[in-house]
């Protein structure tokens, strides 16, 4: 079908596409009438410290205000949020959630948290609960993910240092590097001794200094399996002190940002107003009107479509009765009937009168024919035909 058979069917059916919609109308009319009257109040949330800023921002970026956007309304109407209004505020979730609405103002991450209910006392509190129990839920959220992170770093600094403390214990030696700084600085300074004795031909001294620089070098090399111990707890405990650092910038950033969106500082509340019954009516009729009139023009379509059907079912079996069917012979015509010869009557001579001869016979006979054939030829002239073989005159 083309635009033109549509616009034609629509001309057709154009009672349907009329109707349909003014009863939806009319029955959206009627259901505005028979409701109570509603209220309403809007929460406007307004933190621009929440969204973009520094890259470690939970909405930074180009796509940062989208993203808050589509989290907050996601949000508002879920069951954790629902849960917590209602145990709040002692109200039915079914009524809060029916109500309940967040939409965003122009292109900025400004947020409108929107509540329409029967009871006008009860409009101002949910949209304003609402709106903070969300705006917590978002960044509570992350303070709390933020903060698993120092606890585990923190564990594993007092692992490390358990082990410190437990290897100081058995070794000793609470600090083996400065003892064995210590001890090797002794050392040096003993193997100078005797240096400058063996300089100065005092084999004595040299000899008695001997053993004693033997006894440290011996504990110096004790000292070197305990420091390398140490030294391995001491770059693990670095490093579980680091992951602290780390772990606690991030969860200072998350609770700045949680601080930032303190609901006393960044949410105001509107007042409380009664619903327009035109402004809904219009609104819901909108709605209903379009949807009716797509109804129409499909129910239009389809009977069309059918319509169609039926009549191509109804030319089908005509077109096959007046079509010759090819398989049998046409009929052979009849042959005509043969011509019948014209009887030649004799007419007896008059009394008297001398018969003619066989030649005079011959002549009256061709006579007679030429007289027949004259006789056939003004059958269809305007005069009668002549007696066939009339007798000749003397």
């Not at 629509?10 to 029955?27: E, G, H, K, T």
């Not at 259901?31 to 890259?55: C, E, H």
């Not at 509190?125 to 303070?143: E, G, R, S, W």
């Not at 969860?251 to 006393?264: C, I, K």
């Amino acid at each position: 079908m083309e635009l033109n058979d549509y616009l034609a069917a629509a001309r057709r059916r154009w009672w349907i596409v009329v109707l349909v919609p003014v009863a939806a109308v009319a029955c959206v009319a009627a259901l505005q009438l028979s409701k109570p009257a509603s209220f309403t109040a809007t929460a406007t949330v307004a933190a621009p410290a929440l969204v973009g800023g520094a890259s470690s921002n939970q909405y930074t970026g180009s796509a940062g205000p989208k993203t808050f956007v589509a989290n907050f309304q996601a949000v508002l109407t879920s069951p954790v949020i629902l849960d917590k209004v209602s145990s709040d505020l002692n109200i039915a979730k079914r009524r809060i959630s029916s109500g309940l609405s967040a939409s965003e103002v122009g292109l900025s991450s400004v947020m409108q948290v929107t509540y329409t209910g029967a009871k006008k006392r009860d409009v101002g509190p949910i949209a304003n609960d609402a709106a903070k129990q969300t705006l917590l839920y978002l960044f509570q959220t992350q303070v709390n993910v933020a903060h698993q992170p120092v606890v585990a770093a923190e564990q594993q600094l007092a692992n490390v240092n358990k082990q410190l403390s437990d290897f100081a214990e058995a070794s000793g030696t609470p600090v083996p590097d400065r003892d064995y700084q210590v001890l090797a600085t002794e050392i040096s300074q003993l193997e100078q001794t005797q240096a400058e004795a063996n300089a100065s031909n005092n084999t004595l001294e040299a000899s008695r200094l001997q053993p004693e620089i033997t006894a440290k070098q011996q504990q110096l090399t004790q000292l070197a399996g305990v420091l390398s111990t140490y030294l391995n707890l001491k770059d693990q405990q670095s490093q579980a002190q680091s992951a602290v650092n780390a772990a606690n910038a991030t969860y200072q950033q998350a609770a700045a940002q949680f601080a930032a969106a303190d609901p006393s500082q960044v949410i105001s509340l509107s007042a409380t107003t009664k619903v327009s019954f035109i402004t809904a009516t219009a609104t819901a009729a909108a709605v209903a009107f379009g949807s009716a009139l797509a109804l129409a023009i499909g129910i239009v379509f389809v009977l069309e479509a059918m319509r169609r059907r039926r009549k191509v079912a109804d030319v089908e079996p005509s077109a096959t009765t007046a079509q010759p069917d090819l398989d049998t012979e046409p009929p052979v015509a009849a042959p005509a009937p043969p011509a019948v010869a014209a009887r030649e009557v004799k007419v007896p001579p008059p009394p008297g009168a001398t018969p003619p001869s066989v030649s005079g016979d011959a002549n009256g006979a061709n006579g007679s024919a030429d007289q027949s054939k004259s006789a056939a030829n003004g059958a269809g002239g305007k005069g009668a035909p002549s007696p066939v073989g009339s007798a000749p005159t003397s």
